[in-house]
């Protein structure tokens, strides 16, 4: 891992993890040794960075020279930790984390009392365990795929049972409480449609760029359904209309 990389993780650490942390658990989670800990440490103070605690003791990042000060309100401080908190329900856990890392540095940006109310929020969400099936494919290949507007090939159980396998340009995710969905342009049908992620049952990128089209090819599908009469349940996988042009190649 390089040198930069590393320290901006410890210091994404000593946001997130109630303090002290201890020598043991910040190596464990920055997935270095503890006498690389130290030298990183130093490092950090160094920089400017004040971090309270010495080994045997625990770390604190009691000022943090890399964000701003922040503000916020009682209700928006609500509203943000209810927000990152759902994304445990998710079955994403790569993006929880994100989502955790994110308000920590958020929160250190906070003054004392506005950063122990984020700490003792009163707005949780719920659901039950059993809701949403597991997705067994790797998560971050799906969304670089989608950020970097490429293609996937998919092995694909539909609701049926039956097994396709097709080349797919992913446009959007949607996340319900029930299911995680994929909007892709399917090459097969040269239609969209929507993918149940938990059924698909393998991944691989599939080497076509469709890129700028992406935000072309969303509007276009807002569109139609925009325009359609009846409304069709967004956790159904139904085909959608065909979009004019959209049979194109990249």
């Avoid at 856990?93 to 506005?114: C, F, K, M, S, Y």
């Avoid at 949780?124 to 950020?147: F, G, K, N, S």
């Avoid at 599939?206 to 599908?221: I, K, Q, Y």
Wanted: aromatic letters at 6%; one cysteine or more.
């Amino acid at each position: 891992m390089a040198r930069q990389d590393r320290l901006m993780r410890l210091m994404t650490v000593l946001r997130r993890l109630p303090a002290p942390v201890t020598a043991a658990r910040l190596a464990e989670e920055t997935e270095i040794s503890r006498r690389q800990l130290y030298r990183d440490i130093a490092t950090l103070r160094a920089g400017g960075a004040l971090i309270d605690g010495a080994a045997g003791v625990g770390y604190a990042l009691t000022e943090d020279p890399v964000l701003p000060p922040q503000s916020f309100s009682r209700l928006e401080i609500e509203a943000l930790m209810l927000a990152i908190g759902s994304l445990r329900h998710l079955g994403d856990a790569t993006l929880e984390r994100a989502g955790r890392d994110a308000v920590a540095r958020i929160i250190a940006t906070l003054p004392d009392r506005q950063a122990r109310q984020a700490m003792h929020s009163v707005m949780r969400t719920w659901r039950p365990t059993d809701m949403r099936p597991e997705v067994a494919i790797d998560m971050d290949l799906l969304r670089q795929a989608c950020w970097e507007e490429t293609s996937l090939w998919i092995r694909y159980r539909d609701l049926r049972n039956q097994m396709t396998e097709r080349e797919v340009w992913p446009l959007a995710m949607s996340y319900s409480p029930e299911a995680l969905l994929l909007l892709g342009l399917c090459q097969m049908r040269q239609d969209y449609r929507f993918f149940h992620v938990a059924r698909i049952e393998a991944l691989r990128p599939g080497g076509t760029s469709f890129r700028p089209r992406r935000v072309e090819l969303l509007r276009g599908f807002r569109t139609r359904r925009s325009d359609e009469t009846a409304d069709q349940p967004a956790d159904k996988e139904t085909p959608c209309p065909r979009e004019p042009g959209s049979s194109s190649s990249s």
